[in-house]
């Protein structure tokens, strides 16, 4: 049975903050609000965890997985960034991107894309998420809530906890944050590519 928090979405409780943390840290899988919809997220190293999430989302090792970063200075230790990606990413951070980088060793081999050696990485503009981040002092392994043969995520924490009671460890309540999936910006090769129109303005890569 999932354990269920009500976080404040302007001023995030420490406590409750810290005992999400702490299941993190213990191997858990958590339901969590974001700038654009809930996201299931666990432990980047932690490869039970991770299997879990592919079991619930039926998701195959193709999927790109996505590391929620709390600043751009997290992104320098997991993706390969030189001055000019630099500027245009602090230019359109935080917010409801997802940016597709080449990874740098500290990502684990299970996250990357098995040809491209790459990962998805983004920094959500959201209270709750940021307090999570900086508690746990680093990335949160993460996917966003589509159900299998679903186009959109779930997004009512209480429908959350009574379809995944059972398959996750806290659902934290952060109120509506939207059903919008991230825009999706590859910078991969010499100019952004748009992968994916979502919640993120598209004006300044097209």
């Known amino acids: 049975m ?3 928090f009500q976080i404040h979405t302007e ?7 810290q005992q999400a943390v702490d299941i993190i840290n213990k191997g858990g899988v958590i339901v969590y609000p974001t700038d654009c919809a809930y996201a299931l997220g666990c432990h980047l190293g932690d490869k039970s965890a991770l299997d879990k999430i ?10 790109n997985f996505t590391l929620v970063c709390r600043d ?4 320098g230790t997991y993706a390969k960034v030189d001055n000019q990606m630099y500027r245009f990413l602090k230019a359109h ?7 597709i980088l080449k990874a740098t060793a500290e990502v684990p081999r299970r996250l990357l894309h098995p040809k491209r050696r790459s990962i998805g990485l983004r920094i959500p503009d959201n209270k709750i998420v940021q307090a999570l981040l900086e508690a746990l002092g680093e990335p949160i392994m993460s996917t966003s809530l589509i159900m299998p043969g679903e186009d ?6 209480y429908d959350i906890r009574d379809v995944l009671q059972h398959e996750i460890d806290l659902v934290i309540d952060g109120g509506y944050c939207g ?8 910078l991969i090769d010499d100019r952004p590519e ?3 129109e979502g919640a993120g303005d598209i004006s300044d890569f097209v």
């Not at 619930?56 to 193709?62: S, V």
């Not at 959109?152 to 924490?157: F, I, Q, R, Y």
């Open 194 to 196: 748009v992968i994916r």
């Open 54 to 63: 592919k079991r619930i989302r039926k998701l195959d090792d193709k999927h």
């Open 11 to 17: 001023n995030p409780q420490k406590r409750l903050i």
């Open 72 to 75: 751009l200075s997290e992104i």
């Open 152 to 157: 959109e995520p779930l997004s009512d924490p």
């Open 179 to 186: 059903v919008a999936a991230t825009t999706v910006i590859s």
């Open 93 to 99: 951070t935080p917010g409801a991107y997802t940016f």
């Open 2 to 4: 999932s354990q269920f």
